[in-house]
């Protein structure tokens, strides 16, 4: 089978290696789609923190059950399928209280270790989740970033009737948004300085769409919200402008959520967190139950994933996509490598 490997920043090859056999209590998945994240460009530029090369990328994937290994149940060939990417050790104390996402030893699939960029992939069936029939192949590889947002909301609790700023309407931040209001948000402004990806954040039923380029944040906020403004924000960029944005803005003792993937370390005035009580929460990955909201929400119709998908590439074309992500950067949502 062919498996695309990134050897350097920017350089994928392919090469030949066996179909792997699945063993106990494994699946053998036949590949489907990938998408490609904002995390895989950071490694695509060589800007990722913690990924060395060569790294088989794919995390975002959906994938049809090919054979089930000895001992597995509930899982039938030709079931569509997604996993968790994470491999976690079990035994730390993150893992002991059921924080497996931020193992001490923690490894994702693609990043620290070999990915699904492969035709085929043997990986334990308690990774995996089984995905309705009417799923498409698409929706079922953006289960894991809708996981990375159902997440990053539980990081503030229950969300029913807050007011939130979003700031990135990327993916991700569109996710969140979305995502905000299916679990009952009362309501939802997000921020960009793409006019496209603020159209499409108003096509997903996103109603408060503010370009801070062009008209005073400050103003935009307390126009929707009123002078309480919101009762917490998410940074979903991973940029210092905005990171300076979400605590210049905050309303006194609320809650800041860090999203976006930060490539270069940003300067964070700790002054004023520290003078109007803010708290800053870092978000990491997801847990089961977070892929299980996810999966819910979609099968509900609470999210619109369709205005997010931006293209297709053939898997023999891995490279390709990422040059057209870096040629269209303000104009592109959500890639997709088809096998």
């Known amino acids: ?125 308690d990774k995996c989740l089984k995905l309705p029939p009417k799923i498409s192949l698409e929706a079922g590889a953006m289960i894991e970033p809708m996981a990375v947002a159902v997440h990053a909301l539980g990081r503030l609790g229950d969300v029913k009737g807050l007011r939130l700023v979003v700031y990135g309407a990327g993916p991700i931040g569109n996710l969140v948004a979305q995502c905000a209001l299916g679990l009952g948000a009362a309501d939802v402004l997000i921020t960009d300085t793409s006019e496209h990806r603020l159209g499409i954040a108003k096509a997903c039923g996103i109603r408060h769409c503010v370009n801070p380029a062009t008209s005073d944040l400050e103003v935009a906020i307390q126009a929707a919200f009123g002078p309480d403004r919101a009762d917490a924000a998410l940074e979903c960029v991973g940029v210092e402008a905005t990171m300076t944005q979400a605590i210049m803005f905050a309303r006194k003792g609320s809650i800041i959520v860090v999203v976006g993937v930060f490539g270069d370390k940003p300067k964070v005035d700790l002054g004023l967190v520290q003078d109007r009580e803010l708290q800053l929460r870092g978000t990491l990955m997801y847990r089961r139950e977070d892929y299980a909201k996810a999966i819910e929400l979609l099968v509900s119709n609470s999210v619109r994933l369709e205005a997010l998908m931006s293209a297709h590439f053939p898997f023999d074309h891995y490279a390709e996509a990422y040059r057209y992500i870096d040629s269209n950067r303000d104009k592109t949502m959500k890639v997709f490598i088809d096998f």
């Open 1 to 125: 089978m062919k498996q695309a490997v990134m050897t350097a920043p920017g350089i994928i090859t392919f090469q030949d290696v066996p179909v792997p056999e699945p063993g106990p209590a494994q699946l053998l998945l036949r590949i489907r789609r990938i998408g490609v994240c904002g995390s895989d460009i950071h490694v695509n530029h060589g800007l990722h923190p913690y990924t060395k090369y060569p790294v088989v990328q794919g995390h975002e994937v959906s994938a049809t059950v090919e054979r089930t290994g000895q001992g597995v149940s509930g899982f039938d060939p030709g079931d569509l399928v997604t996993f968790m990417p994470q491999v976690y050790c079990g035994t730390c104390l993150p893992c002991r209280t059921g924080n497996y996402h931020i193992c001490d030893n923690l490894k994702v699939m693609g990043f620290q270790t070999t990915g699904a960029a492969s035709e085929y992939l043997a990986i334990a069936a």
